[in-house]
């Protein structure tokens, strides 16, 4: 137990717990202020109050909010995310239905966005100050500075109106075999990898410039070491730690961007699912999404935590 | 062992001709020559020392040697024959080669030279393994052996530790063995003793002696300490500002220098013997009013333990007393615990045992529970003005702060008083409007000085003031220290690692070794007459202007 990874798996896994809970608590506030009352929504505006009445006391409407609050805490320890107000089945159920689909595109984008962004950032690094550092800085700059959904409806007026080579949507349903899953992803993976891309590479040129300005980087080149090795087996180990930690600030970004990209591309993930349910006052979704949201910013963050622990050994070996 | 590591091809002859190396401080700016016109050829197998102050260029010519530029710089003009190979007009590839086989740099720090997150021996048989010149194994079987020919402990296993987890002397040992291994015509080194202590340096220096001279190669030695220079080089050449001032023998440049810069230099680095005669030595307790008085102070960190003890101490059971007007200087090496001590006085470092009175007021541990007063009437100095020096502020700015936060100023009185302060560090007025950016070492001491001078404190804590600053202007700040102590009658607590400067500005002295003091007494007698066996090794290590100093040390001595 007194190793540093286990120690600090302990004590991040405590704090997240903390975290989730207060972010409980804001959520559950927030959407207790979200005006209008489900149960009218829900019903219609021809509902007599006898029987909005009803439907607020089925779904617990009618408690004070202390109460619900600490019910639907309870609820969430115990794994019961509650049922859903607009439609009748389990949160959980919705959830599952769609967190595949969304989890999947969030990897794609993930296995597509870190290795070339660390590969733009180390190329940045390695010729600073030169054409191939000034031409890729001004890449990333215009790629962080375009909103996603400009970039998304551009990709789709370009690729899917004029040439018409990609489908505009992205029916998943529709994909038999490789081709087509690379034509229905292609789109809002870009649209993804833009920003991701960009945020990552220059903190990564930041993180390397650093450790390539460092005494030990000169005493490596001293010592006739290439320039592609002073950077991969020197500068990166030693620039991981900030590394890591932009990549997961970056990555749970994609949360929000998933949001976006998946609603223009009319993709069947959890976006579209917490959307409508925002729009339709169904609190247990909206709330169980958020949770699940920061739950998957928690676990980035403490694997950035882990991968800058592993890679340093004065911490590793103390 | 030894017999195998030996070398098997001896150094080869290294001239350099017109040598210039140009810097561009920012883009588009013109190129301005930092070092120019070097000229020098050394016979294979001797030693070459480049010495100067900082900026001279010494580093520049060191690393140019080996085909490298700092960022910015470049290597615009001359001609460097390692023997037969033209290191200038050699291509990116060739030089790779040439680096880390034939020529090999020890830098000055190796704490910062050794990527922390790699083992020692990864990277002492890196340089050998990507030149194919030994397979691993075998590089690793003769990192083993120069582990054991430098002297390292336990050199079986040494290798497999990381930068961290050994000491700065042993570290600068392992960085010789990762030189040493292609067994280098020419070995280049970078100051490669400045970081160490001084009892580290001597047993650093005679290993380096032994270890160049013994494989016959030639070596470029880069040092600002001329009495170091001088235990191992054969010839030496004086650098000021980029240029050459005086090549000689090393006897020549000590016995008889032709040049005014190296005479300077000279001068500056022979310890002054002779006592300022405006300095009483008389015992301190008989002079002024108790200004500070430590009874037993312990100061540690981590858990309490179950004596109520920390985990660690740094300091133990530490007393003294200073009187007003007062200079005690406290010495010792690194990790002595002489930094803890001035910030537990300066309420940084919260003691956990013992007593501090100034003025004989209860001085609280912490500086919350301090009034105006006891802030103002204690001050700091610390060692590098140009982290204590906010960079963004103008000088008129950083010593205006302590004077509206201390007096009940006019606009008037403030820009008076300013420059009265100024005058009192001997710096125009001029500085005013500047940034600590644009001023030398030197002046940013003074204005350090200042700053602390502002708050008119009895008591001003120098923590290893010069050490930062090269010793002809070192000299100029020690006689203002002086100088200001005669003029405004305010104590000094001064700390430092050299016994020399300490010499210069203190009454008393007290030396301290891993938290506990060892000796303790007025100046001058302690120095000449050490008691304790530690400072008699302390002034012992102190290298002299003697080319036979270090070959008559006794190693084991510690």
């Known amino acids: 137990?007194?190793?540093?990874?286990?120690?600090?798996?302990?004590?991040?896994?405590?704090?997240?717990?903390?975290?989730?809970?207060?972010v409980s608590l804001v959520i559950f506030a927030i959407t207790s202020l979200l005006p209008g009352d489900t149960a009218k929504?829900?019903?219609?505006?021809?509902?007599?109050?006898?029987?909005?009445?009803?439907?607020?006391a089925k779904l617990g409407l009618d408690q004070p909010a202390p109460l619900r609050y600490l019910h639907w805490l309870g609820g969430l320890m115990t794994g019961h995310l509650g049922v859903s107000a607009s439609n009748d089945m389990p949160v959980s159920t919705l959830i599952a239905q769609r967190l595949p689909a969304s989890l999947l595109l969030a990897g794609i984008t993930t296995l597509v966005s870190v290795p070339l962004a660390l590969g733009i950032g180390m190329i940045s690094a390695m010729y600073r100050g030169r054409l191939a550092d000034s031409a890729l800085n001004v890449v990333t700059l215009a790629m962080v500075a375009i909103p996603d959904f400009l970039v998304a409806i551009l990709l789709i007026l370009l690729f899917a109106v004029h040439l018409g080579w990609l489908p505009a949507l992205s029916y998943i349903s529709s994909i038999h075999g490789?081709?087509?899953?690379?034509?229905?992803?292609?789109?809002?993976?870009?649209?993804?990898?833009?920003?991701?891309?960009?945020?990552?590479?220059?903190?990564?040129?930041?993180?390397?410039?650093?450790?390539?300005?460092?005494a030990y980087i000169e005493m490596a080149r001293l010592k006739g070491i290439g320039p592609v090795r002073c950077v991969l087996v020197h500068a990166l180990p030693n620039a991981i730690g900030p590394i890591a930690n932009a990549i997961a600030l970056s990555l749970s970004y994609l949360m929000g961007g998933i949001v976006i990209v998946e609603t223009i591309f009319n993709y069947p993930g959890?976006?579209?699912?917490?959307?409508?349910?925002?729009?339709?006052?169904?609190?247990?979704?909206?709330?169980?999404?958020?949770?699940?949201?920061?739950?998957?910013y928690l676990l980035l963050i403490l694997l950035a935590e882990l991968a800058a622990l592993l890679a340093n050994p004065k911490l590793r070996t103390r | 062992m030894t017999e195998s590591i030996s070398a098997s091809r001896f150094g080869e002859s290294l001239t350099v001709s017109g040598l210039r190396v140009v810097a561009r401080p920012y883009r588009g700016a013109p190129e301005t020559p930092i070092v120019d016109d070097i000229t020098f050829s050394l016979p294979a197998g001797e030693v070459l020392a480049l010495i100067g102050e900082t900026g001279s260029g010494k580093s520049t010519i060191a690393l140019a040697l080996m085909g490298h530029a700092r960022r910015g710089c470049r290597l615009a003009d001359g001609r460097i024959m390692l023997g037969e190979i033209s290191v200038l007009e050699a291509s990116e590839r060739t030089l790779r080669g040439l680096r880390g086989d034939r020529i090999?740099?020890?830098?000055?720090?190796?704490?910062?030279?050794?990527?922390?997150?790699?083992?020692?021996?990864a990277q002492v048989i890196e340089g050998v393994v990507i030149h194919g010149q030994m397979s691993r194994s075998k590089a690793r079987d003769k990192a083993r052996a120069l582990f054991a020919e430098l002297m390292l402990p336990d050199p079986e296993h040494i290798g497999d530790r990381?930068?961290?987890?050994?000491?700065g002397g042993q570290l600068q040992r392992a960085m010789a063995a990762m030189a040493l291994i292609s067994d280098p015509a020419l070995i280049i080194l970078d100051e490669p003793t400045t970081a160490l202590d001084v009892t580290t340096q001597i047993e650093v220096l005679q290993t380096f002696k032994r270890v160049v001279r013994e494989r016959g190669a030639t070596a470029v030695y880069v040092s600002h300490d001329l009495a170091v220079v001088a235990q191992v080089a054969d010839h030496v050449l004086v650098l000021n500002q980029g240029r050459v001032c005086e090549l000689a023998t090393v006897d020549q440049i000590i016995h008889a220098p032709a040049d005014d810069y190296t005479r300077r230099l000279m001068e500056a680095a022979r310890p002054t013997t002779d006592k300022p005669a405006d300095r009483d030595t008389t015992d301190s307790a008989s002079h002024g009013e108790e200004l500070l008085?430590?009874?037993?102070?312990?100061?540690?960190?981590?858990?309490?333990?179950?004596?109520?003890?920390?985990?660690?101490?740094?300091?133990?059971?530490?007393?003294?007393?200073?009187?007003?007007?007062r200079a005690l200087g406290v010495i010792g090496e690194s990790g002595s615990g002489k930094s803890t001590m001035a910030h537990a006085i300066a309420g940084l470092v919260p003691p956990h045992n013992g007593g501090v009175s100034f003025k004989r007021r209860e001085l609280p541990y912490a500086l919350s529970g301090r009034d105006q007063q006891q802030f103002r009437d204690i001050q700091m100095v610390f060692q590098s003005a140009d982290n204590a020096l906010n960079a963004a502020h103008s000088v008129r700015r950083?010593?205006?702060?302590?004077?509206?936060?201390?007096?009940?100023?006019?606009?008037?009185?403030?820009?008076?008083?300013?420059?009265?302060?100024?005058?009192?560090?001997?710096?125009?007025?001029?500085?005013?409007?500047?940034r600590p950016g644009a001023l030398s070492g030197g002046q940013k001491q003074r204005v350090n000085l200042a700053r602390a001078l502002a708050a008119e404190p009895s008591l001003i804590i120098c923590d290893e003031v010069t050490s930062a600053l090269d010793t002809v202007v070192s000299e100029a700040i020690l006689n203002l220290l002086n100088d200001l102590r005669r003029e405004l009658g305010v104590a000094y607590l001064f700390i430092s690692h050299d016994i020399s400067t300490v010499r210069r500005v203190c009454d008393d002295l007290m030396v301290l070794r891993a938290g506990r003091c060892v000796e303790y007494g007025a100046c001058p007698t302690t120095i000449d007459a050490p008691q304790h066996a530690y400072t008699r090794q302390l002034i012992a290590s102190i290298p002299e202007l003697r080319t036979d100093w270090l070959d008559r040390q006794d190693f084991s001595s510690g």
Request: proline share 5%; hydrophobic share 50%; aromatic share 6%.
């Open chain 1, 41 to 56: 929504l829900v019903l219609g505006q021809f509902a007599t109050p006898d029987q909005v009445a009803a439907l607020r």
């Open chain 2, 293 to 325: 008085r430590i009874d037993h102070l312990h100061v540690g960190y981590g858990p309490l333990g179950e004596d109520g003890r920390p985990a660690h101490t740094v300091l133990e059971n530490l007393s003294l007393q200073l009187n007003t007007g």
């Open chain 1, 1 to 22: 137990m007194h190793s540093p990874v286990l120690r600090l798996i302990g004590r991040q896994l405590g704090s997240a717990l903390i975290t989730l809970i207060l």
């Open chain 2, 162 to 167: 990381y930068p961290h987890e050994v000491s």
């Open chain 1, 178 to 214: 490789v081709g087509d899953f690379l034509r229905v992803y292609a789109m809002p993976v870009a649209t993804l990898c833009t920003v991701l891309v960009a945020q990552m590479a220059r903190m990564t040129r930041i993180a390397l410039i650093n450790e390539l300005d460092s």
């Open chain 2, 398 to 434: 950083i010593l205006e702060r302590p004077l509206q936060r201390y007096f009940d100023y006019t606009r008037d009185e403030r820009h008076a008083r300013v420059r009265e302060l100024l005058d009192l560090v001997h710096l125009p007025s001029r500085v005013l409007s500047v």
């Open chain 1, 270 to 296: 959890l976006a579209s699912l917490m959307v409508d349910a925002v729009s339709n006052q169904d609190l247990p979704l909206v709330q169980a999404c958020a949770m699940l949201f920061c739950a998957f």
């Open chain 2, 104 to 121: 090999a740099y020890i830098a000055q720090s190796a704490t910062a030279a050794f990527n922390p997150a790699k083992t020692l021996m």
